[in-house]
């Protein structure tokens, strides 16, 4: 039976999404306290737009392979989708709040995607043909 790497690259995906969803949440209370004004490199666009890179390369080398190769479940990728969606919402400019919400939204369901395909890929792991 072949070795299954992209367990580790979940785990890696699904942690860095909770650290993006943590991240965009947390950064707009922070930047409110006057005392903590000196953080304000952590709201900059670009570590954000490095934090979706990231998601979307996480997910062309984790759960699509995994798809094709080991449990052909569209789970995983439904969430996916619909997670950067929720971000690219985010993205649209109408006010902070609805960034904030939408764009942790979208890192949450991208986490539940790797989680998914993680639990998937134990099952198949698992299961001796």
Known sequence: M???KTPTLD??????SLICAIHCASIPILLSFSTLSSLHFLGNHYVEWIFISFG????FISLW???KKYHHKTKPLIFAVIGFGFIAL???DFYELWEVINTVIGAVIVSVAHYLNWKLLSI???HKH
Do not use: C, E, H, W
């Open 2 to 4: 072949m070795k299954i």
């Open 11 to 16: 785990l890696i995906a699904l942690t860095s």
């Open 56 to 59: 979307i390369v996480f997910v």
């Open 65 to 67: 392979p995994s798809y």
């Open 90 to 92: 985010g993205r649209l």
């Open 124 to 126: 198949t792991r698992n």
